[in-house]
């Protein structure tokens, strides 16, 4: 499977298929996305910097809604449009952008406050970041993992940072999550041909304890936080 494909499956995982173990999962955060775009996010005239790109999984949803999408990464991504320095300086000028979406990337960088940082200089004043990362996850170096965070943890560091929060919610709550750190817990102790078939014990669990929880619950503890927030005008 290319990266491609690999990202295409993220959108649409497959019960048995190579994500069918984040199948309920990675269907939240499609749809919560989706949302986001939909109703904070949707101008033609808007350009988009997708900051930590990886294999772009979620520029079929954005286009759409935007003119230009722009993947940024390190130098070592040949999918990335623009790069970042070593030391995570955005090869872009100031305000130059009316988005930067970051998906399941803070976790992974050495300083997010920097990170962040650079999200608000090239923002346009009025411009918006979309974000999400995780609560509750298993360890996923790629190449490093850092951090998680609560969710009055990381509105503080979105508000440190200047940011003006507009949108704020969990995908999988506590009981949700748990089900799912336990199918991970097992998964890894198995051959790889044997995932569908925990896909297939645990995943419609999952969905259960998701639809018996409320969405208060979720929102202050969860799983994944997506976000959205806004530069000062």
């Given amino acids: 499977m290319n990266e491609r494909e690999a990202g295409v499956e993220r959108l649409y995982p497959r ?38 790109c990886g294999n772009k999984p979620y520029e079929p949803l954005i286009r759409p809604h935007i003119r230009q999408y722009m993947g940024v990464d390190l130098a070592e991504n040949p999918e990335a449009d623009i790069h970042v320095s070593p030391e995570g300086v955005i090869d872009l000028p100031d305000e130059c952008v009316n988005v930067v979406l970051s998906t399941q990337v803070l976790e992974h960088v050495v300083n997010p406050a920097h990170y962040l940082e650079e999200s608000f200089r090239i923002l346009k004043k009025g411009g918006k970041i979309v974000l999400s990362t995780h609560g509750y996850w298993m360890y996923h170096p790629d190449p490093t993992d850092y951090w998680r965070w609560t969710s009055s943890g990381l509105q503080k560091i979105i508000s440190d940072a200047g940011f003006e929060l507009k949108y704020f919610s969990g995908i999988l709550g506590r009981a949700a999550m748990g089900m799912q750190l336990v199918q991970d817990g097992l998964l890894f102790k198995f051959p790889r041909f044997t995932r569908p078939f925990f896909a297939l014990f645990f995943q419609p669990q999952i969905w259960l304890l998701d639809r018996l929880s409320s969405r208060a619950s979720r929102d202050s503890d969860a799983c994944t936080y997506i976000l959205v927030a806004e530069k000062p005008l």
């Fill in 15 to 52: 019960l048995l298929g190579r994500m069918g173990v984040r199948y309920h999962y990675l269907i939240q955060l499609r749809k919560k996305i989706e949302f986001v775009f939909k109703h904070y996010c949707n101008s033609k005239e808007y350009i988009l910097a997708d900051y930590g």
